[in-house]
Every structure is written in structure tokens, then in C-alpha cells.
């Protein structure tokens, strides 16, 4: 019998290293004895982060893992996150600092001080308390990225009600399946918000979330009241009684608030992400556990110098990116932040460059498939912008391929910035996996090693931990501070989905190799494997490949039924708008890139079919959804695409397939 672990192999060779430059290491706020101290004292060594930030009670237990797989972190102290985000700054003399310079997408712009953050979440909790929200209650938070999105998560953890934020880009009935699933006292939402140039309208979805429908027979019941920011301006329906403006309750309020002490294990935020089962789970965390990973890996991955650092994460505020690395994790070290409104390409596709040198941001954290579409746009639009500011780069939300590290290290970072490749999820609550900067020799594609205080290994089926070179699956095998602490309601859902495939062990879902240094290599979820004539191929090493080709900007891979090698590779993809091969025909194009897969792993990954697209489907969230694309190569009807920042893609892709233009070899 073939084990499949030790089968998932990737066959791909990246030789290049990037060792930190000596004037980057000389300041840098990681240090090499790190790992050694963690690995000597794992308590110890999170008992000292955890006391970076302002305990009321000061906890004496770290650990309790006597309910595993459900952790107690510091469970004895009180602590409140909105008081070590904000009101600590002020106390300790820091509220002139700026918190947040926000850019809308139509161009307007405020400036926020830690001081002005302080005033404007206690307005807001106050409004909050005059609702009727008290701690422990559930508040729905669905807004576009605006400040107000950060003020009112910081408001529900001042008070110590429990966020759930839900992507602005969800359908009704999505929102609705996450109100209920939590029970949400509160909804907070927007007219609507900007996105390429025109009015995104969110209230009359919340309306329709909250209204009887064919999923939904009767209303919301738990929902008392909608407050609503006015951003847009446009016409909104009103249900009296229900529902209220957020400059009629929250602009008045007192900006005198006292922060309400929670308990380290209390809940502070439910996010939910996509279930196998087509429910969505509601993964929660707790406060001190949480704040204490989010801000220690913020400090030692993006090497923070909060006194003069601008720092910008991309990601939406309704992702645990945004959770993590925008609002708690940045704002308790005293971070000053960029938020935009809008995308990457509106009013033009140099947007975000010139955000960059506008604010002179140091510190940048974006998503792979960003970079793959920059490069797909050419490197001659980000040569516009001075970003000689940028001192560090970051990835995050799936594996990068050496050949977008490479572009983002030379054209964005002027090959002289360090790339931290992250590896985390909204399960872990913070980076689990990632190089260390000033201390880290980076590999194009790899994520490295645990950061210190954090254990994982690879293991094959039997839980074996695989030796150098070989694949297998990737898992945490200690307890972390910023762990999930549950399915929201669903003890048993938890321990099937995380804790059940290996025992004792956290299985994050992804395949993964370590290297003859042991630095890890992700390939990708497992289920995104695919078995051609028994040979078992991560789609991440294939997509490598074909994107390591100099015409091709962004790929995506899917195993499809075949009747001679039970899967074949069918691959999608994006030539670059720059590139010399745009103008061959496809046949040609499919040869070379057969070729080059070849070449770089084997004959047996070449792939079956290939077609050329404009574009690939992505969920809001910038994650390919490849499950759409096996409809397809499998030609079935293609499944639910509500959650696809552009359904239109998905008809081009299927034309393209039924009108003859993929190339099958």
C-alpha cells in the first residue's frame, strides 16, 4: 500500500537564500537565542509575552490543557484589549501619535491619533451601552474599510460584547446564517461603501438578511437594533424603531468611557469561515491568549519601530488578516497604519504604489495573488512610485511561488527589503510559521520554521514525523496562546474538524515539506492534491512552475477525472500584459509551458489541458477557488459562486472550455 504522505512530494528546487544584510540585523527586534529560549522554557518564554501587555489582574497560571484540546492561556488575570490597543497609548503619553491614516477610494482622507481613537471608541461604546449591549452580547459587524469598522470592533471589546465581523462583499443570506449562528443583539453596518468608483450599497443586505425568505421563514429574531454609518450618502430604507444612524446616537455620546475588565478566557470574537458541511463555523477567541500571540508576532515578524514605521496591511478587517495584523495585534504595539477604502486598481492600476510613497510606508503585508496580478499588470506601473520608504515586505493567505517572492523582492522591495512568507489561519489567530527578520536566510516560496514559542511538524499517515526532504501533513503539535478555543455552540464540531484525523495533534488541513535545512515548504490544503497514474502532486508546486515561465503572471491547477491516469493536471492561465509571448496562439503557449512543467518537476505533472484566461476565480478574499475550476475540467455545472469578487469569470473560463480554446495535449 502506498503511503500517500510520503507520496506528496514537492518535486520543485529552490536553491536561491537571502541572508539578512548586517545593518538589518544590527537593529532588529528578533533575536536568534529566541528559539533556544522558547524551546527551553515554552511557558516561560509565552509568560513573557503575555507580559507586554496591561493586565488589571495580573494571571499566575499560563497553561491549563487539563480540557484539552480546549486550552485555558492565562486564565486567572483580567485584562481588556480596547484598553492595551488605545487608552494605554494615551496613559503612557503616546496619544499624538497617529494610529490610522485613512484613504478612501474616492480620494478623501482623515488622520486619527491614538487620542482621537481613545474619544471616538468610547463615543461608540457608550451608544453601544445605550442599546442595551452589555458583555457577553453578540454584535454583527458588517461595514466597508472605513474607521468606523475598527472603532466599533474596538467599542464591543471595550464593553466586552463579542464581535463577529462579516465581509462587507457577503450575500444576505450568508449574513443572516452568521447572526443567527451567534445570536447577534446588534447589527452595525453602512449605506453602503466605495468600490471602483461607484456605491457599493450594504443596509438594504442587511435588510434583507434580517427580513423572512425562502432560507429564512421568519425574521431575526435576536436582532434589537441596526445602527448605520452614513458614508455614501444614498437612499436607504428605514425601519423605525429598528433602526438608527450612527452620527444620531454614537456623534453625541460622552468620550469619557471606562474600559470593562474581562477575563482572560472570555470570548472576544466569533469569525466564521467556510464548512465542508456548507455551514459556516464560527471559530472564536478568547482575549488574553489572543491579544498575547497577535502582538508578539506582529513585534518579532514585521519588526516594528512603532516611533517611526508606517505600516500597511492590505487585508479587509472582516479577515482574521484583518483582525490580527490591522486592528489588535498593530494597535497594542502602537503602530502607525495606513487603511484604504477601495482596490487595487481604482482610479488606475498604480494605486497602492502611490498610497505607498504618499505615506511613506516601511512595512508592507499583502496577499500572493495580489502580487501575481501586479505582475500580470507590469512592472513599468509600480517603477512610477518612489518606494524607496519600504524597509520590509510581508505574504499572506497562501503558499507564494518562488518566481512572485522573487518579483515582489525586486520590483516592490528594490532587492534590498526581507520577505516574511506567513503561514497562519484563522484557526491559529497568529502567524504560526514564518522567517524571522535580521535573523532568517529567506528562501523564495518557503515559510521557513516555527516561529519561537510555537511547535509544529510534518507527519505522514501514521503520525509519523517525515524526514528531510519527503512531504507529508502539517501540524501543531503543543498548545499556542492565540489558538481557537472552539466551534461557537459546537464542542463536537471542533474536536472532529481540528482534532480527530491525528490524536492529540492540531491538523491545519495543509500539505507540507521540509527541506534538507528542515525549513518548511506549504503545498497547499490536501484536499488540493491530486493523483495522476498513483504519483500524488500538490496543484502549488505545479502552479510554481508554470509561473516560473517568463510569459505567464498567475496559475491555477485542478486534478480532473481521466479514464488512463484517474486524475490529469488541467491548468488555467494569466499571461502577463507585459509579456513577448502574449501574441503566439495557444497551442503554441500550451507547448511551452508543458515544457517548462517538465522541466521543472517531471513529465509526469505536465499538464492535460491548458487555457488561457483573463483572469482566475478568487473569492473577495483573493483565494482561488479552485473548486469551481474542477466543475469545470470535469464539465459540470458550476457550483455557488456568491462568493467570488467577480461571478462574470466564471462564465468567460466556461465558454473558453466549451468553445474549443484549451489546448488538450
Known amino acids: 500500500m502506498v503511503n500517500d504522505a510520503q507520496t506528496l512530494e514537492n518535486l520543485y528546487t529552490e536553491t536561491r537564500s537571502f541572508p539578512p544584510s548586517p545593518e538589518f540585523a544590527a537593529q532588529a527586534n528578533a533575536r536568534a537565542e529566541m528559539y533556544t529560549q522558547a524551546a527551553a522554557d515554552r511557558l516561560g518564554f509565552w509568560r513573557e509575552q503575555a507580559e507586554h501587555l496591561h493586565w488589571d489582574t495580573p494571571f499566575t497560571e499560563v497553561l491549563d490543557w487539563s480540557d484539552a484540546p480546549v486550552a485555558r492561556w492565562f486564565a486567572d488575570g483580567t485584562i481588556n484589549a480596547c484598553d492595551n490597543a488605545v487608552d494605554r497609548h494615551v496613559r503612557e503619553g503616546r496619544g499624538d501619535r497617529v494610529a ?88 452595525i453596518t453602512a449605506d453602503g461603501g466605495n468600490r471602483r468608483g461607484s456605491h457599493l450599497a450594504l443596509k438594504p443586505l442587511v435588510d434583507a438578511a434580517l427580513a ?27 425601519t423605525d424603531g429598528r433602526d438608527v444612524w450612527w452620527h444620531d446616537v454614537v456623534e453625541p455620546a460622552s468620550d469619557q468611557h471606562s474600559p470593562v475588565m474581562v477575563e482572560a478566557e472570555h470570548p472576544l470574537f466569533i469569525l466564521y469561515t467556510s464548512g465542508t458541511t456548507g455551514s459556516p463555523k464560527g471559530l472564536f477567541h478568547t482575549t488574553g491568549g489572543y491579544l498575547t500571540g497577535a502582538s508578539y508576532t506582529h513585534r518579532v515578524v514585521f519588526d516594528l519601530k512603532p516611533e517611526t514605521d508606517v505600516y500597511w496591511c492590505s487585508a479587509d478587517v472582516g479577515w482574521i488578516t484583518g483582525h490580527s495584523y490591522i486592528v489588535y495585534g498593530p494597535m497594542i504595539n502602537g503602530a502607525t497604519q495606513v487603511l484604504y477604502e477601495g482596490v487595487p486598481n481604482a482610479p488606475h492600476e498604480g494605486r497602492w504604489w502611490e498610497i505607498i510613497e504618499k505615506y511613506k510606508v516601511s512595512i508592507f503585508y499583502t496577499a500572493p495573488t495580489a502580487i501575481r496580478t ?67 536566510a529567506t528562501k523564495p516560496g518557503s515559510a521557513q520554521v516555527p516561529l519561537p514559542g510555537v511547535s509544529a511538524a510534518v507527519v505522514d499517515d501514521d503520525a509519523n514525523e517525515v524526514g528531510p526532504g519527503r512531504g507529508g501533513y502539517l501540524v501543531l503539535d503543543q498548545p499556542w496562546p492565540s489558538m481557537l478555543r472552539g466551534v461557537w455552540g459546537d464542542r463536537e464540531r471542533y474536536e472532529e474538524t481540528y482534532w480527530s484525523r491525528f490524536k492529540g495533534l492540531y491538523f491545519a488541513g495543509d500539505g507540507a515539506k521540509r527541506d534538507a535545512d528542515g525549513d518548511i515548504w506549504l503545498m497547499g490544503r ?140
Open 100 to 187: 490610522f491614516y485613512f484613504e478612501g477610494e474616492p480620494g478623501d482622507t482623515r488622520t486619527l491619533t491614538y487620542a482621537d481613537m481613545q474619544r471616538e471608541v468610547s463615543k461608540a461604546a457608550n451608544a453601544l451601552e445605550e442599546l442595551g449591549l452589555t458583555k457577553g452580547d453578540r454584535v454583527a459587524i458588517y461595514l466597508p474599510q472605513i474607521p468606523e469598522a475598527v472603532i466599533s470592533m474596538l467599542a464591543c471589546a471595550r464593553i466586552g460584547a463579542i464581535h463577529s465581523v462579516v465581509f462587507g462583499g457577503f450575500s444576505a443570506d450568508s449574513l443572516r446564517q452568521r447572526i443567527d449562528d451567534a445570536q447577534a443583539k446588534l447589527v
Open 212 to 238: 423572512p425568505s425562502e432560507a429564512h421563514p421568519t425574521e431575526a429574531a435576536s436582532v434589537e437594533h441596526v445602527l448605520t454609518v452614513q458614508r455614501t450618502g444614498q437612499d436607504t430604507a428605514w
Open 374 to 440: 501586479f505582475m500580470k499588470w507590469g512592472e513599468a506601473i509600480p517603477n512610477k512610485f518612489d518606494l524607496s520608504s519600504l524597509r520590509l515586505l510581508g505574504s499572506v493567505g497562501e503558499p507564494i511561488n518562488p518566481e512572485a517572492w522573487m518579483w515582489y523582492r525586486r520590483v516592490i522591495g528594490g532587492d534590498r527589503c526581507p520577505i516574511v512568507d506567513t503561514w497562519w489561519q484563522t484557526e491559529t489567530g497568529s502567524i504560526m510559521i514564518a522567517p524571522l527578520p535580521g535573523v532568517t
Open 526 to 665: 490536501v484536499d488540493d492534491v491530486m493523483n495522476v497514474s498513483g504519483h500524488r502532486l500538490s496543484t502549488t508546486e505545479i502552479e510554481s512552475a508554470l509561473v516560473s515561465h517568463p510569459w505567464v503572471a498567475e496559475a491555477a491547477v485542478v486534478g480532473a477525472k481521466d479514464e488512463t491516469t484517474g486524475q490529469a493536471v488541467v491548468a488555467f492561465v494569466v499571461l502577463r500584459d507585459d509579456s513577448e509571448g502574449a501574441g503566439a496562439d495557444g497551442h503554441d503557449i500550451a507547448v511551452a509551458l508543458r515544457e517548462q512543467v517538465r522541466k521543472e518537476i517531471g513529465a509526469l505533472a505536465k499538464p492535460r489541458t491548458i487555457l488561457v484566461v483573463k483572469e482566475v476565480p478568487k473569492t473577495r478574499s483573493g483565494k482561488i477557488m479552485r473548486r469551481l475550476l474542477r466543475d469545470v475540467a470535469e464539465h459540470r455545472e458550476v457550483g455557488d459562486v456568491t462568493t467570488l469578487a467577480d461571478a462574470g469569470v466564471m462564465a468567460a473560463i466556461r465558454d473558453g472550455m466549451e468553445s474549443g480554446k484549451a489546448d488538450d495535449d
